[in-house]
């Protein structure tokens, strides 16, 4: 028998149990063995059991099993068939061989063998480890046979085990190994050469139980080594081979265990040869060597008596080098050594002398005059610092100050009398030395004057600035006067009856006066009122009367009553036009109203000065002058003691030295034949209040406001306050009152009318000086605007102890946050999820503002700190429930512009921006009172008028703010103040205007409020978009540049809780959940359903965590990648995503990919069913963003191996003309638009899958009816070619009609889709309904309408992947295998830039050859290379890539394929920049070239320029002055004017105020230059630019209509103009400073709108400059040094090259490398070439020259160079005089006239000879014919032709050869 049905099944892992069917009744015989193995076992069973057990097997092991009957003999029947079957698995049996493979001073490396048994297949390895002396294991998992245990303490013992881990589980540790980690090596090691020995210095190793160090040093393959001490830092290694390159390192040893290496130190011991060193030039000597090695060469070099050793250093290979910027005729040591690659100098050679050659002598130090009489002066000056060789003489030039040319005489003294000269003059002298070489420069011109008394000036002298200053500097002030005590205060005696005057004697001296006052007609007085400089108040009658008298010394003032009832006396008060007022009353305010009249009214009003009597607290009759004004009139009574927080203000510090000068002033007080009592006056402090002090107690109180206070008086403060207010900082303002009483009991009126006219005296004696009444004749008044809407600032006080915070307070809130700051920031990074989930940011500036906002920051949850965007400080958290970011960035509105741009770009999902913080407050806007913005303000001047411009706000967050909502702010402890709220405008200014006034809140009436970052946010149109801005912010005092310090806190918690409290419900947080629709649209009919569900899509999103493990069959089953931008889109598709059959819910999905450098890029995906696909939904950032669309097929292929397609699903444009609102688009052909395609006639087309399209197109689609019923018709499927374009990019139907004609639509992503899904062979279509119109622009309106159009996009979708056929259309299609190829994120992610946008792949370059730095400077680095080796095709450009060293992303700038070098420029100073170039063909990008490092120089400060703004202005202000005068203005005399208008020959254009300074110094060498105001207010300075007639105009405004205007009005007034050259400072594309001479002008046709967009920018024409005046320009070298010796000189160079001239300004890269891309040789843009141009052309005046001379001083972007604009104005301006006022040039200006002021027809033969040697002088240009042609205009034919004839056949050249023709 054989028994039947026999079955094995594993039951333990060491166990099979064995079941069968036996038809008869014996005993059963089973044989068992493994498969692999030939020995059999048998065990018997007896009869009657069907089953058996077999035990004690090997785990996880096949085995064979046969069956047979045994009869009662004991013989086996036969067996059935063999039955395989496997035992089941166990846990592994422990690995083998635990070892050390490698160990440093962190890390150790473990390595091992799988067990001898693993039982099963071994998914992991658990390694377990810890310290010897812990009790606790940390265990780590691991799939290799090897481990690397990071982040250990050095120097330490570790104990390690490790388990083996199958299906089953874990199975034993092995024996504990010990393990040891390596000591931290030293570290700063420094090799230094001495004489015989190398010195080696390190830092002791951190790790303890150091036993010493070894020093290892190296050369070939010898290796030595030293070994000291642990306590040692320094070893020496001696008997060094010479001429050898040694490595040496330094290593930590504790016991046996060493550590790694220090970083070698290479040191070579070569020592060069045949070192000679020559002078070459005055301050330069020549070095050569000979090369024993390729190594760097590094020169020391010293003056021989200097122990100051500089140094430089040469690149290998090279043999000489020269040593500049050296001392003339010293001699100097230099020393030359080789330097390794590690900067470790060699040993010396022997020093070498030798003396560098002479030069000319500096200028003598100073020229002085020692005496002076009516006709000679004698002058003395030391020897020049530098003689540079023997001094032979000295030359003296001198002349009179009305003379030109300067006379020299010759000494050998350092002294000189000229005799001979006329007295009573002004005469202008100057020294130079002479030695060997030659005569050096001369010192500065030295004014001196011949001696006789100096008459009172009339107004014509020349001098009079100059004379004022001189005299000025001459004064001696006072010693400063002690204090006085608090105690009481005495004061010397005087009998009331010896007083010199009473009320009486006063009102009698001014009797008449004011009679004759009355009687003067009011009109008079109205016409002198134009001419008031000086303002004197008086209170009382006493003070008037006193005052009048002095007033009336010279005409009867005339008495004028304005508008508001002031009564002024009009008249000259010391020779000074005066108005005198009394007050009404005394006290603060009737002083304050006064002063604001006054300067309405007297618009050239110089000095206010408050005469009359005080409280002194001294001696009576005392005059007391103002050093300051304390003011004491806001008062606090503290806890102990009064708080005074009223200002202090300076009085004017020109009246101050006035008033100081030294002028022999005495005023007796008492009568004739009485005691002599002389008046003394004292410069202190005065205090001013408005209350009368009548008792020593309060007195004394005041006093401790400022114990130097000598006097009190009411009225001061007043004037102060309405003199700030007026913004009037050209009038002065001074105190000078006379003491009358003490201010206690003893107060009487006796010393009044004697104090008074002690203080009326002084004053007139003080200002009755030349000085000044030089100073208020010669300056010049600036008109500035009057306000007249009334105060009503809203002033209370607080007490400080009472506020509810401080700034402790809100730190200490914020302390637990700010703490963790370092740490968080090292180990969190923000990922695209995490970025595009911030919905909120709040703008913050100052501390207090950002710890109140990040005090409810933290209310919902830590929030994390984020380093990665300009700003200060950056917090992301909740705010209030919503996703938000915290940022505290730099005061003003660029920086909150550039904080904003850079917010908007790293959180793309921002929906609202709200600046929190404090503010400066006036109006009903009191202290710790809420502001929200209702509108924002801006003020500018606009062709000299104020205007005011509006900007509207979010009304949307207006409506949530303005939503009650209960909301009380406690401002104090004590609940006695609460915050109120206003809606109202808030002004902003920028951080410029605002520093330079205080009373702008009088600039716009409406608003409340004014501060300096809402502006720069509100003018990001285009970022901002649809997003919501808004200001909220806490009055804080009334003048933002000194907030109230006490309140800040407060008002910054104020304004925090005020935006949390509004934002903290539910409607709000819903809102921004649906991307910031109105929550309030939910009830309309067809969304309710679909809104819900939306909604509860996002409540599970924030609070469902993703799976920690997705089943692979999840993975595996995955075929369709959906792919949305925005959150309407991303809630619509998920909508329909359904569950998998075996599972409950949808999957939430996070792949991690780790590209080292720890750089963790997380992306999340949704997985679940769509119809009868597997599918995963993702959302991306929007167009070609690095996470976006680029890059979404190949991480998906990574996790699902089987995608086969991907479908952008969302929301697009449509073209009105073609499709409806909500038709579906599907399109796998987009047309690529970015800044490639400007001047391309179409874009180029990019495909996707055509099986594809033609599958969605053919389905039937209907679509669900609560998603159409308020449609006015069903969808259309729309089959067709979509526009892609890059972000930034708005559409428009004008710009569909030029690059896509056929489009039918536009979006962002397709382009980088079908680009990146190509490589990976996965089908890919786009699929978006039509949301909105190419020219509608979006709004808050249309947020229901991108729901209902991502719905419907999604519902199309669903239905296509719900069809039985989607597994063959696009399953089945699938073009790739489903094995998984890994490979390197970063190589995919440089393949994927250089594929987007090409279709094809072959034939692409290799690397660009040789790139290197042919210059570097602080901000523009030159690059230079080679072109490929395989440039096959032609390159159509070359792409730069450069970044800083920190920096993650590379920049990116094109060149044109003829290129072979390029400047780029915009760079910052002192940074470390990587540079790589690629050549681009019709294939596609090439390889990248290799990356060189460059380092751009330090930044230069502004101290470190030769010129400077104030520079300009100190000497431009009086040159101005001195044009402004009557005798210098043309237009009262005609003749005049037509006569100099006709002398003119040359035209200065320039624009900017440096520019026009600048020109305007050098046009005034020779002469003071002529005025004339022409028609549209145009003015013209005529005079002498190096000895040629010129017209010098500065433009109103820059750019075309200012300077065609000019050109125009110049050409028609101008008859003998004969060139115009436009002279100031430009955009360079090359090193600031630098001078360009313009060969062509390109002009630049700017940006036209193009629907909401601009369209690019283009080249429309090339004109050619004037080839005269570019020769004549080229004619010489010349030199400009714009900055001192820091780091070096910087000269400036000139460059002959085109310039690019527009109409718009370069503030931005992006704009300046679009312009450059026009004409790449172009090195400049300016505004102003193309309006001239056009004059000419307008006029067709082609014999007129026209050329630009600019200097760069910016690089047209963000960073501006200020200090940079007056270097660059004086070089242009220099380098034009300096060829103006060489002789062929000067000759060709006079070569015009005299042939064009014969005028007849008919010319002899004689006449044509004569003339024609007149151009012998200068040489000509090539085309000599054109040349005489222009010369030579007024000839008739024949004369003109035999001229012609004989300049042709002359050899003309430089030489002045008189026989020349």
Same mark, same amino acid.
């Given at each position: 028998?054989?028994?039947?049905?026999?079955?094995?099944?594993?039951?333990?892992?060491?166990?099979?149990?064995?079941?069968?069917?036996?038809?008869?009744?014996?005993?059963?015989?089973?044989?068992?063995?493994?498969? *692999?193995?030939?020995?059999?076992?048998?065990?018997?069973?007896?009869?009657?059991?069907?089953?058996?057990?077999?035990?004690?097997?090997?785990?996880?092991?096949?085995?064979?099993?046969?069956?047979?009957?045994?009869?009662?003999?004991?013989?086996?029947?036969?067996?059935?068939?063999?039955?395989?079957?496997?035992?089941?698995?166990?846990?592994?049996?422990?690995?083998? =061989?635990?070892?050390?493979?490698?160990?440093?001073?962190?890390?150790?490396?473990?390595?091992?063998?799988?067990?001898?048994?693993?039982?099963?297949?071994?998914?992991?390895?658990?390694?377990?480890? =810890?310290?010897?002396?812990?009790?606790?294991?940390?265990?780590?998992?691991?799939?290799?046979?090897?481990?690397?245990?990071?982040?250990?303490?050095?120097?330490? %013992?570790?104990?390690?085990?490790?388990?083996?881990?199958?299906?089953?589980?874990?199975?034993?540790?092995?024996?504990?190994?010990?393990?040891?980690?390596?000591?931290?090596?030293?570290?700063?090691?420094?090799?230094?050469?001495?004489?015989?020995?190398?010195?080696?210095?390190?830092?002791?190793?951190?790790?303890?139980?150091?036993?010493?160090?070894?020093?290892?040093?190296?050369?070939?393959?010898?290796?030595?080594?030293?070994?000291?001490?642990?306590?040692?830092?320094?070893?020496? #290694?001696?008997?060094?081979?010479?001429?050898?390159?040694?490595?040496?390192?330094?290593?930590?040893?504790?016991?046996?265990?060493?550590?790694?290496?220090?970083?070698?130190?290479?040191?070579?011991?070569?020592?060069?040869?045949?070192?000679?060193?020559?002078?070459?030039?005055?301050?330069?000597?020549?070095?050569?060597?000979?090369?024993?090695?390729?190594?760097?060469?590094?020169?020391?070099?010293?003056?021989?008596?200097?122990?100051?050793?500089?140094?430089?250093?040469?690149?290998?290979?090279?043999?000489?080098?020269?040593?500049?910027?050296?001392?003339?005729?010293?001699?100097?040591?230099?020393?030359?050594?080789?330097?390794?690659?590690?900067?470790?100098?060699?040993?010396?050679?022997?020093?070498?002398?030798?003396?560098?050659?002479?030069?000319?002598?500096?200028?003598?130090?100073?020229?002085? !005059?020692?005496?002076?009489?009516?006709?000679?002066?004698?002058?003395?000056?030391?020897?020049?610092?530098?003689?540079?060789?023997?001094?032979?003489?000295?030359?003296?030039?001198?002349?009179?100050?009305?003379?030109?040319?300067?006379?020299?005489?010759?000494?050998?003294?350092?002294?000189?009398?000229?005799?001979?000269?006329?007295?009573?003059?002004?005469?202008?002298?100057?020294?130079?030395?002479?030695?060997?070489?030659?005569?050096?420069?001369?010192?500065?011109?030295?004014?001196?004057?011949?001696?006789?008394?100096?008459?009172?000036?009339?107004?014509?002298?020349?001098?009079?600035?100059?004379?004022?200053?001189?005299?000025?500097?001459?004064?001696?002030?006072?010693?400063?006067?002690?204090? #006085?005590?608090?105690?009481?205060?005495?004061?010397?005696?005087?009998?009331?009856?010896?007083?010199?005057?009473?009320?009486?004697?006063?009102?009698?001296?001014?009797?008449?006066?004011?009679?004759?006052?009355?009687?003067?007609?009011?009109?008079?007085?109205?016409?002198?009122?134009?001419?008031?400089?000086?303002?004197?108040?008086?209170?009382?009658?006493?003070?008037?009367?006193?005052?009048?008298?002095?007033?009336? =010394?010279?005409?009867?003032?005339?008495?004028?009553?304005?508008?508001?009832?002031?009564?002024?006396?009009?008249?000259?008060?010391?020779?000074?036009?005066?108005?005198?007022?009394?007050?009404?009353?005394?006290?603060?305010?009737?002083?304050?109203?006064?002063?604001?009249?006054?300067?309405?009214?007297?618009?050239?009003?110089?000095?206010?000065?408050?005469?009359?009597?005080?409280?002194?607290?001294?001696?009576?009759?005392?005059?007391?002058?103002?050093?300051?004004?304390?003011?004491?009139?806001?008062?606090?009574?503290?806890?102990?003691?009064?708080?005074?927080?009223?200002?202090?203000?300076?009085?004017?510090?020109?009246?101050?030295?006035?008033? %100081?000068?030294?002028?022999?002033?005495?005023?007796?007080?008492?009568?004739?034949?009485?005691?002599?009592?002389?008046?003394?006056?004292?410069?202190?402090?005065?205090?001013?209040?408005?209350?009368?002090?009548?008792?020593?107690?309060?007195?004394?109180?005041?006093?401790?406001?400022?114990?130097?206070?000598?006097?009190?008086?009411?009225?001061?403060?007043?004037?102060?306050?309405?003199?700030?207010?007026?913004?009037?900082?050209?009038?002065?303002?001074?105190?000078?009152?006379?003491?009358?009483?003490?201010?206690?009991?003893?107060?009487?009126?006796?010393?009044?009318?004697?104090?008074?006219?002690?203080?009326?005296?002084?004053?007139?004696?003080?200002?009755?000086?030349?000085?000044?009444?030089?100073?208020?004749?010669?300056?010049?008044?600036?008109?500035?605007?009057?306000?007249?809407?009334?105060?009503?600032?809203?002033?209370?006080?607080?007490?400080?102890?009472?506020?509810?915070?401080?700034?402790?307070?809100?730190?200490?809130?914020?302390?637990?946050?700010?703490?963790?700051?370092?740490?968080?920031?090292?180990?969190?990074?923000?990922?695209?999820?995490?970025?595009?989930?911030?919905?909120?940011?709040?703008?913050?500036?100052?501390?207090?503002?950002?710890?109140?906002?990040?005090?409810?920051?933290?209310?919902?949850?830590?929030?994390?700190?984020?380093?990665?965007?300009?700003?200060?400080?950056?917090?992301?958290?909740?705010?209030?429930?919503?996703?938000?970011?915290?940022?505290?960035?730099?005061?003003?509105?660029?920086?909150?512009?550039?904080?904003?741009?850079?917010?908007?770009?790293?959180?793309?999902?921002?929906?609202?921006?709200?600046?929190?913080?404090?503010?400066?407050?006036?109006?009903?806007?009191?202290?710790?009172?809420?502001?929200?913005?209702?509108?924002?303000?801006?003020?500018?001047?606009?062709?000299?008028?104020?205007?005011?411009?509006?900007?509207?706000?979010?009304?949307?967050?207006?409506?949530?703010?303005?939503?009650?909502?209960?909301?009380?702010?406690?401002?104090?402890?004590?609940?006695?103040?609460?915050?109120?709220?206003?809606?109202?405008?808030?002004?902003?200014?920028?951080?410029?205007?605002?520093? %330079?006034?205080?009373?702008?809140?009088?600039?716009?009436?409406?608003?409340?409020?004014?501060?300096?970052?809402?502006?720069?946010?509100?003018?990001?149109?285009?970022?901002?978009?649809?997003?919501?801005?808004?200001?909220?912010?806490?009055?804080?005092?009334?003048?933002?540049?000194?907030?109230?310090?006490?309140?800040?806190?407060?008002?910054?918690?104020?304004?925090?809780?005020?935006?949390?409290?509004?934002?903290?419900?539910?409607?709000?947080?819903?809102?921004?959940?649906?991307?910031?629709?109105?929550?309030?649209?939910? /009830? &309309?009919?067809?969304?309710?359903?679909?809104?819900?569900?939306?909604?509860?899509?996002?409540?599970?999103?924030?609070?469902?965590?993703?799976?920690?493990?997705?089943?692979?069959?999840?993975?595996?089953?995955?075929?369709?990648?959906?792919?949305?931008?925005?959150?309407?889109?991303? #809630?619509?598709?998920?909508?329909?995503?359904?569950?998998?059959?075996? /599972?409950?819910?949808?999957?939430?999905?996070?792949?991690?990919?780790?590209?080292?450098?720890?750089?963790?890029?997380?992306?999340?995906?949704?997985?679940?069913?769509?119809?009868?696909?597997?599918?995963?939904?993702?959302?991306?950032?929007?167009?070609?963003?690095?996470?976006?669309?680029?890059?979404?097929?190949?991480?998906?292929?990574?996790?699902?191996?089987?995608?086969?397609?991907?479908?952008?699903?969302?929301?697009?444009?449509?073209?009105?003309?073609?499709?409806?609102?909500?038709?579906?688009?599907?399109?796998?052909?987009?047309?690529?638009?970015?800044?490639?395609?400007?001047?391309?006639?179409?874009?180029?087309?990019?495909?996707?899958?055509?099986?594809?399209?033609?599958?969605?197109?053919?389905?039937?689609?209907?679509?669900?009816?609560?998603?159409?019923?308020?449609?006015?018709?069903?969808?259309?499927?729309?089959?067709?070619?979509?526009?892609?374009?890059?972000?930034?990019?708005?559409?428009?139907?004008?710009?569909?009609?030029?690059?896509?004609?056929?489009?039918?639509?536009?979006?962002?992503?397709?382009?980088?889709?079908?680009?990146?899904?190509?490589?990976?062979?996965?089908?890919?279509?786009?699929?978006?309904?039509?949301?909105?119109?190419?020219?509608?622009?979006?709004?808050?309106?249309?947020?229901?309408?991108? !729901?209902?159009?991502?719905?419907?996009?999604?519902?199309?979708?669903?239905?296509?992947?719900?069809?039985?056929?989607?597994?063959?259309?696009?399953?089945?299609?699938?073009?790739?295998?489903?094995?998984?190829?890994?490979?390197?994120?970063?190589?995919?992610?440089?393949?994927?830039?250089?594929?987007?946008?090409?279709?094809?792949?072959?034939?692409?370059?290799?690397?660009?050859?040789?790139?290197?730095?042919?210059?570097?400077?602080?901000?523009?680095?030159?690059?230079?290379?080679?072109?490929?080796?395989?440039?096959?095709?032609?390159?159509?450009?070359?792409?730069?890539?450069?970044?800083?060293?920190?920096?993650?992303?590379?920049?990116?700038?094109?060149?044109?394929?003829?290129?072979?070098?390029?400047?780029?420029?915009?760079?910052?100073?002192?940074?470390?920049?990587?540079?790589?170039?690629?050549?681009?063909?019709?294939?596609?990008?090439?390889?990248?070239?290799?990356?060189?490092?460059?380092?751009?120089?330090?930044?230069?400060?502004?101290?470190?320029?030769?010129?400077?703004?104030?520079?300009?202005?100190?000497?431009?202000?009086? #040159?101005?002055?001195?044009?402004?005068?009557?005798?210098?203005?043309?237009?009262?005399?005609? &003749?005049?004017?037509?006569?100099?208008?006709?002398?003119?020959?040359?035209?200065?254009?320039?624009?900017?105020?440096?520019?026009?300074?600048?020109?305007?110094?050098?046009?005034?060498?020779?002469?003071?230059?002529?005025?004339?105001?022409?028609?549209?207010?145009?003015? $013209?300075?005529?005079?002498?630019?190096?000895?040629?007639?010129?017209?010098?105009?500065?433009?109103?405004?820059?750019?075309?209509?200012?300077?065609?205007?000019?050109?125009?009005?110049?050409?028609?007034?101008?008859?003998?103009?004969?060139?115009?050259?436009?002279?100031?400072?430009?955009?360079?594309?090359?090193?600031?400073?630098?001078?360009?001479?313009?060969?062509?002008?390109?002009?630049?046709? *700017?940006?036209?709108?193009?629907?909401?967009?601009?369209?690019?920018?283009?080249?429309?024409?090339?004109?050619?400059?004037?080839?005269?005046?570019?020769?004549?320009? &080229?004619?010489?070298?010349?030199?400009?040094?714009?900055?001192?010796?820091?780091?070096?000189?910087?000269?400036?160079?000139?460059?002959?090259?085109?310039?690019?001239?527009?109409?718009?300004?370069?503030?931005?890269?992006?704009?300046?490398?679009?312009?450059?891309?026009?004409?790449?040789?172009?090195?400049?843009?300016?505004?102003?070439?193309?309006?001239? !141009?056009?004059?000419?052309?307008?006029?067709?005046?082609?014999?007129?020259?026209?050329?630009?001379?600019?200097?760069?001083?910016?690089?047209?972007?963000?960073?501006?160079?200020?200090?940079?604009?007056?270097?660059?104005?004086?070089?242009?301006?220099?380098?034009?005089?300096?060829?103006?006022?060489?002789?062929?040039?000067?000759?060709? $200006?006079?070569?015009?006239?005299?042939?064009?002021?014969?005028?007849?027809?008919? /010319?002899?033969?004689?006449?044509?000879?004569?003339?024609? %040697?007149?151009?012998?002088?200068?040489?000509?240009?090539?085309?000599?014919?054109?040349?005489?042609?222009?010369?030579?205009?007024?000839?008739?034919?024949?004369?003109?032709?035999?001229?012609?004839?004989?300049?042709?056949?002359?050899? !003309?050249?430089?030489?002045?050869?008189?026989?020349?023709?």
């Amino acid at each position: 028998y054989v028994p039947d049905n026999v079955a094995v099944e594993g039951v333990t892992p060491a166990s099979l149990k064995v079941s069968w069917i036996l038809a008869t009744d014996h005993d059963v015989v089973i044989e068992y063995k493994m498969v *692999d193995s030939s020995d059999w076992k048998s065990e018997a069973v007896s009869s009657g059991t069907t089953t058996h057990t077999i035990s004690g097997l090997v785990p996880h092991e096949d085995y064979s099993v046969q069956v047979a009957c045994m009869s009662s003999s004991g013989v086996t029947g036969s067996f059935c068939e063999t039955v395989n079957c496997k035992s089941g698995p166990d846990v592994p049996t422990t690995p083998v =061989k635990l070892s050390l493979d490698e160990a440093t001073s962190n890390t150790v490396t473990l390595t091992w063998s799988s067990p001898v048994s693993p039982n099963g297949e071994i998914t992991e390895y658990r390694l377990q480890y =810890k310290r010897a002396l812990e009790t606790r294991f940390s265990t780590i998992t691991v799939t290799d046979e090897f481990c690397t245990l990071n982040e250990l303490t050095a120097n330490e %013992k570790y104990e390690v085990k490790v388990a083996a881990v199958n299906e089953v589980g874990c199975g034993p540790y092995t024996d504990i190994t010990t393990v040891h980690t390596s000591p931290v090596a030293p570290t700063n090691v420094e090799v230094r050469m001495l004489v015989d020995t190398v010195q080696v210095t390190w830092c002791p190793s951190s790790s303890t139980d150091i036993t010493g160090y070894l020093i290892s040093y190296t050369t070939g393959d010898v290796t030595q080594t030293v070994q000291v001490d642990e306590t040692a830092t320094i070893a020496s #290694l001696h008997k060094l081979k010479v001429s050898s390159i040694y490595s040496i390192a330094v290593q930590a040893v504790s016991n046996s265990r060493k550590s790694d290496k220090s970083n070698e130190i290479l040191l070579p011991t070569y020592v060069p040869d045949n070192v000679a060193l020559e002078g070459v030039t005055p301050a330069s000597l020549k070095v050569s060597w000979t090369l024993s090695t390729d190594h760097d060469i590094v020169i020391y070099y010293k003056m021989v008596d200097s122990s100051d050793c500089k140094s430089e250093t040469v690149t290998s290979g090279r043999t000489t080098h020269i040593i500049s910027g050296l001392v003339p005729h010293e001699d100097y040591s230099v020393q030359v050594a080789f330097m390794s690659s590690s900067g470790v100098t060699g040993a010396f050679c022997e020093t070498v002398n030798c003396k560098s050659g002479p030069d000319v002598p500096t200028a003598p130090v100073k020229l002085s !005059l020692d005496k002076a009489t009516s006709n000679t002066v004698k002058l003395s000056w030391p020897s020049p610092v530098s003689p540079n060789g023997e001094i032979s003489e000295y030359r003296l030039q001198y002349k009179s100050a009305l003379e030109r040319q300067f006379s020299t005489i010759s000494v050998t003294d350092e002294f000189c009398t000229i005799n001979e000269l006329t007295a009573n003059e002004k005469h202008e002298v100057k020294v130079a030395a002479v030695n060997e070489v030659g005569c050096g420069p001369y010192t500065d011109i030295t004014p001196v004057h011949t001696s006789k008394s100096v008459p009172q000036s009339n107004g014509d002298d020349d001098t009079i600035i100059d004379e004022c200053d001189s005299t000025m500097d001459n004064f001696e002030e006072e010693t400063t006067q002690p204090s #006085l005590p608090l105690t009481d205060i005495s004061s010397i005696k005087v009998d009331a009856g010896d007083l010199r005057y009473t009320v009486e004697d006063l009102k009698q001296l001014t009797f008449d006066t004011i009679r004759k006052c009355d009687e003067k007609d009011e009109n008079e007085a109205e016409l002198v009122s134009a001419s008031v400089q000086l303002l004197l108040i008086t209170v009382n009658d006493i003070e008037f009367y006193a005052t009048l008298y002095y007033m009336a =010394k010279g005409d009867i003032p005339k008495s004028l009553t304005i508008s508001t009832g002031t009564r002024f006396f009009l008249g000259k008060y010391a020779n000074i036009p005066t108005a005198l007022v009394q007050l009404l009353d005394q006290g603060i305010l009737p002083c304050s109203n006064v002063v604001s009249a006054a300067l309405n009214k007297f618009r050239k009003l110089r000095a206010i000065v408050l005469v009359g009597v005080c409280a002194i607290f001294g001696n009576l009759g005392d005059v007391v002058v103002s050093t300051q004004i304390v003011g004491c009139d806001h008062l606090k009574h503290g806890k102990d003691k009064m708080i005074n927080r009223s200002p202090t203000a300076n009085v004017g510090s020109r009246l101050l030295r006035f008033l %100081k000068a030294q002028h022999a002033w005495r005023f007796n007080c008492n009568k004739d034949g009485k005691p002599v009592h002389y008046s003394t006056q004292h410069f202190k402090p005065v205090l001013s209040a408005p209350i009368l002090l009548a008792n020593q107690k309060s007195r004394n109180e005041y006093r401790k406001f400022c114990p130097e206070a000598l006097g009190f008086e009411m009225e001061g403060i007043g004037a102060m306050n309405a003199l700030r207010e007026s913004d009037k900082s050209n009038v002065e303002l001074v105190v000078v009152k006379a003491g009358c009483d003490h201010a206690d009991e003893s107060k009487s009126k006796e010393w009044q009318p004697v104090a008074a006219m002690a203080a009326a005296d002084f004053v007139y004696h003080q200002f009755n000086q030349r000085p000044v009444h030089l100073w208020f004749r010669a300056a010049t008044v600036i008109k500035q605007p009057s306000f007249n809407v009334d105060d009503d600032d809203v002033f209370k006080e607080i007490d400080p102890d009472e506020l509810r915070f401080s700034s402790k307070d809100l730190e200490d809130q914020v302390s637990n946050i700010l703490v963790n700051e370092q740490r968080d920031t090292t180990d969190f990074t923000l990922n695209e999820i995490q970025c595009s989930d911030v919905k909120l940011l709040l703008l913050t500036v100052k501390d207090c503002e950002f710890n109140s906002s990040l005090h409810y920051l933290a209310k919902s949850g830590t929030p994390k700190s984020y380093t990665e965007i300009y700003a200060i400080r950056c917090f992301v958290g909740k705010f209030a429930g919503i996703p938000a970011a915290v940022v505290q960035h730099g005061s003003g509105s660029s920086e909150s512009a550039l904080t904003v741009y850079e917010a908007l770009n790293t959180f793309t999902n921002i929906q609202a921006i709200i600046s929190v913080g404090v503010c400066a407050g006036f109006g009903k806007l009191g202290d710790l009172d809420v502001i929200v913005s209702s509108k924002i303000v801006e003020h500018k001047q606009y062709q000299g008028r104020k205007v005011n411009t509006h900007y509207d706000i979010s009304p949307k967050l207006l409506s949530i703010l303005k939503t009650k909502c209960d909301w009380v702010f406690n401002c104090t402890k004590s609940s006695s103040k609460h915050s109120t709220v206003h809606f109202e405008p808030v002004l902003s200014l920028p951080l410029l205007i605002q520093a %330079k006034r205080d009373g702008l809140k009088r600039i716009c009436s409406e608003a409340l409020g004014y501060e300096m970052e809402g502006l720069g946010v509100i003018k990001l149109h285009e970022e901002l978009q649809d997003r919501h801005f808004i200001i909220v912010k806490t009055g804080c005092g009334n003048n933002y540049e000194c907030l109230n310090e006490d309140l800040l806190p407060t008002a910054a918690m104020a304004a925090a809780d005020f935006v949390f409290c509004h934002l903290n419900r539910e409607t709000v947080r819903q809102w921004f959940d649906l991307g910031g629709s109105a929550p309030h649209d939910e /009830h &309309k009919p067809g969304l309710s359903s679909c809104l819900s569900k939306a909604k509860i899509l996002i409540k599970h999103a924030v609070e469902e965590e993703p799976e920690p493990d997705v089943p692979n069959e999840v993975l595996q089953s995955v075929s369709v990648l959906l792919l949305t931008v925005n959150k309407n889109e991303h #809630l619509a598709a998920r909508y329909y995503l359904q569950p998998f059959d075996d /599972h409950e819910h949808v999957f939430r999905f996070q792949q991690r990919l780790d590209y080292g450098s720890h750089q963790l890029d997380v992306t999340e995906y949704y997985l679940g069913k769509y119809g009868a696909c597997s599918v995963a939904i993702r959302r991306i950032p929007p167009g070609s963003a690095r996470h976006g669309a680029s890059t979404a097929p190949m991480k998906a292929r990574k996790c699902f191996p089987n995608l086969a397609a991907v479908i952008a699903v969302g929301i697009a444009r449509g073209v009105e003309t073609k499709v409806n609102l909500y038709d579906i688009l599907v399109s796998t052909k987009v047309i690529k638009y970015d800044s490639a395609s400007i001047h391309k006639s179409g874009g180029e087309i990019i495909s996707g899958s055509s099986n594809l399209q033609e599958f969605f197109t053919s389905q039937v689609w209907n679509p669900e009816a609560e998603l159409i019923q308020d449609l006015q018709e069903k969808p259309k499927i729309n089959c067709g070619t979509l526009l892609s374009h890059t972000e930034g990019v708005e559409m428009s139907q004008e710009l569909i009609n030029r690059y896509a004609p056929i489009a039918i639509g536009s979006e962002m992503e397709g382009a980088y889709l079908f680009t990146a899904a190509q490589p990976q062979k996965i089908q890919g279509v786009i699929v978006k309904s039509v949301s909105l119109f190419v020219d509608k622009k979006r709004n808050e309106g249309v947020q229901n309408t991108v !729901l209902t159009a991502s719905l419907l996009a999604a519902n199309y979708v669903h239905a296509v992947l719900s069809c039985p056929q989607v597994h063959t259309k696009i399953i089945g299609h699938k073009e790739h295998s489903s094995r998984i190829i890994r490979t390197d994120i970063r190589s995919f992610y440089t393949g994927v830039s250089r594929q987007i946008g090409k279709t094809v792949h072959q034939n692409v370059l290799t690397d660009p050859k040789e790139l290197h730095v042919s210059n570097a400077t602080s901000s523009t680095v030159t690059l230079s290379w080679l072109p490929p080796d395989s440039s096959i095709e032609t390159i159509s450009e070359y792409q730069i890539h450069y970044k800083r060293t920190n920096q993650k992303v590379y920049d990116k700038l094109t060149v044109n394929g003829d290129s072979k070098g390029y400047t780029v420029v915009g760079l910052k100073a002192g940074v470390t920049y990587l540079f790589k170039v690629a050549a681009v063909n019709e294939a596609g990008c090439g390889y990248d070239s290799n990356i060189i490092t460059v380092t751009t120089k330090p930044s230069v400060g502004a101290e470190d320029f030769i010129y400077s703004h104030s520079y300009l202005k100190i000497k431009g202000d009086k #040159l101005i002055q001195l044009c402004n005068r009557p005798e210098f203005e043309l237009f009262r005399h005609e &003749k005049q004017l037509q006569v100099f208008c006709d002398s003119v020959k040359l035209l200065l254009v320039t624009s900017a105020n440096n520019e026009f300074l600048a020109v305007l110094q050098h046009m005034a060498k020779n002469e003071v230059p002529k005025t004339v105001r022409m028609k549209n207010d145009i003015r $013209f300075f005529i005079g002498k630019y190096a000895n040629t007639s010129t017209a010098l105009v500065q433009l109103l405004k820059p750019g075309y209509s200012q300077s065609n205007l000019v050109a125009k009005e110049a050409i028609e007034r101008f008859s003998n103009l004969k060139a115009i050259m436009s002279v100031g400072v430009c955009t360079i594309f090359g090193n600031l400073g630098d001078v360009i001479v313009a060969t062509k002008v390109v002009r630049c046709e *700017d940006n036209k709108c193009i629907g909401e967009k601009r369209s690019p920018v283009k080249q429309s024409s090339v004109t050619d400059t004037s080839s005269v005046l570019l020769y004549y320009l &080229k004619a010489d070298d010349w030199k400009f040094t714009c900055t001192k010796s820091f780091p070096d000189p910087c000269l400036s160079q000139v460059y002959y090259k085109p310039i690019l001239s527009g109409s718009e300004s370069l503030a931005k890269k992006e704009k300046r490398e679009e312009y450059r891309q026009l004409n790449l040789d172009a090195m400049g843009f300016e505004k102003d070439g193309i309006g001239i !141009l056009d004059a000419l052309h307008d006029y067709d005046k082609k014999n007129i020259n026209f050329i630009i001379v600019k200097a760069g001083c910016n690089h047209g972007d963000e960073a501006k160079y200020i200090d940079w604009q007056p270097v660059a104005a004086i070089a242009a301006a220099q380098f034009v005089y300096n060829k103006l006022d060489q002789e062929p040039f000067r000759h060709w $200006f006079e070569q015009d006239s005299e042939i064009n002021t014969d005028k007849s027809a008919s /010319h002899t033969q004689t006449e044509v000879k004569r003339k024609s %040697k007149s151009f012998a002088g200068f040489e000509y240009l090539p085309d000599k014919q054109l040349t005489a042609k222009r010369a030579l205009g007024s000839l008739d034919e024949v004369e003109e032709k035999e001229v012609i004839n004989q300049l042709t056949r002359s050899p !003309l050249s430089c030489t002045n050869t008189k026989d020349t023709l």
